[in-house]
C-alpha cells in the first residue's frame, strides 16, 4: 500500500520560510513525478510545483516562481519544499502527490501552513 506523509507545516509570519517534506513508502518513486498542490480557504486545489522524471524537470506555479524550491532525495523517496518569502495568500493546506506522465496517482493528507501579515 502506498503512503505519502508530509511534515513541516506550521504558523509563520509574512516574509519567513518553511520547508516540507513529503515521504513516500509502499514503492519507489524515483524515476517518477513527486510534486506539490495546494489548496487555501474557500478555494480550489492548485498546482504549486513538481520534480518529473526524478528531478530531471522541475515545475513551478508563476505565483511561487523565485519564492519556492522543489527538490527530492530519490534514495529516501522523500520530495521537499524549500518556501521563502512567504506572503499571506500562500496560507493553504499543501498536499504532496506523486505519480507517472503527468498525472498524480497518489496524495497525501496534507499540511497546513499558515502565514500571517
Known amino acids: 500500500q502506498v503512503q505519502l506523509v508530509e511534515s513541516g507545516g506550521g504558523l509563520v509570519q509574512a516574509g519567513g520560510s518553511l520547508r516540507l517534506s513529503c515521504v513516500a513508502s509502499?514503492?519507489?518513486?524515483?524515476?517518477?513525478?513527486m510534486g506539490w498542490h495546494r489548496q487555501g480557504p474557500g478555494q480550489v486545489r492548485e498546482f504549486v510545483a513538481a520534480?518529473?522524471?526524478?528531478?530531471?524537470?522541475?515545475l513551478y506555479a508563476d505565483s511561487v516562481k523565485g519564492r519556492f524550491t522543489i527538490s527530492r532525495d530519490n534514495a529516501k523517496n522523500t520530495v521537499y519544499l524549500q518556501m521563502t518569502s512567504l506572503k499571506p495568500e500562500d496560507t493553504a493546506i499543501y498536499y504532496c502527490?506523486?505519480?507517472?506522465?503527468?498525472?498524480?496517482?497518489?496524495w497525501g493528507q496534507g499540511t497546513q501552513v499558515t502565514v500571517s501579515s
Open positions: 502527490y506523486a505519480g507517472t506522465g503527468g498525472l498524480a496517482d497518489y
Open positions: 520534480s518529473r522524471w526524478g528531478g530531471s524537470q522541475l
Open positions: 509502499g514503492r519507489t518513486f524515483s524515476n517518477a513525478d
